[in-house]
């Protein structure tokens, strides 16, 4: 699956998902001061392999708002979540992303899936590179990712 995200001028970014054998979907991005969620959703999606919002599009579900999957992507959603709070607010230990991470999802009511102390330093250091790739483009040029 490939993942065009494209910096526009406004209030919004773009996302266009290709997927074999499916057409083209896009998706407005609100800006929010730092890389797209769905960019957040990449960078978490591709450390743990399985659950989240990108998983359940590749298997063939609309890239939509509306994505409905199950226990496991929504603590992948709390997990992206609580990598966004940290690029907003600053890093904290990855004990402390990892407890609030726990807490979130036991406060929605849904198991957390494991992340190690490894897996938070990984994902950190994808954003880190996604966050440099994307402030480096200038307007209406485009970051490709595969999945």
Same mark, same amino acid.
């Given at each position: *699956?490939r993942?065009?995200?494209? =910096?526009?001028?406004? =209030?919004?970014?773009? /996302?266009?998902? &290709? !997927?074999? %054998?499916?057409?083209? $979907?896009?998706?407005? #991005?609100? =800006?929010?001061?730092?890389?797209?969620?769905? *960019?957040?959703?990449?960078?978490? $999606?591709?450390? /743990?392999? %399985?659950?989240g919002?990108?998983?359940?599009?590749?298997? %063939?579900q609309a890239?939509?708002?509306?994505?409905?999957?199950?226990? +496991? &992507?929504?603590?992948? &959603?709390?997990?992206? &979540?609580?990598?966004?709070?940290? *690029?907003?607010?600053g890093?904290? @230990?990855?004990?402390?992303?990892?407890?609030?991470?726990?807490?979130? #999802? #036991?406060?929605r %009511?849904? +198991?957390?899936?494991?992340?190690?102390?490894?897996?938070?330093?990984?994902? !950190?250091?994808?954003?880190?590179?996604? @966050?440099?790739?994307?402030?480096?483009? +200038? /307007?209406?040029?485009?970051?490709?990712?595969? /999945?």
């Amino acid at each position: *699956m490939r993942l065009i995200f494209t =910096k526009r001028d406004g =209030k919004y970014d773009d /996302l266009l998902v &290709e !997927r074999e %054998g499916r057409p083209p $979907e896009g998706i407005r #991005c609100p =800006k929010q001061g730092i890389i797209p969620h769905d *960019m957040v959703h990449y960078a978490v $999606e591709s450390i /743990l392999v %399985g659950g989240g919002f990108l998983s359940l599009v590749a298997q %063939g579900q609309a890239a939509a708002f509306g994505t409905v999957g199950g226990d +496991p &992507e929504e603590a992948v &959603e709390r997990l992206v &979540e609580n990598f966004q709070a940290e *690029m907003w607010g600053g890093r904290v @230990t990855a004990e402390a992303l990892i407890a609030s991470y726990e807490h979130a #999802c #036991c406060a929605r %009511g849904h +198991p957390a899936v494991p992340v190690s102390r490894a897996d938070v330093e990984n994902i !950190r250091s994808r954003i880190d590179d996604l @966050t440099a790739r994307w402030s480096a483009l +200038p /307007l209406n040029a485009s970051l490709t990712l595969e /999945l």
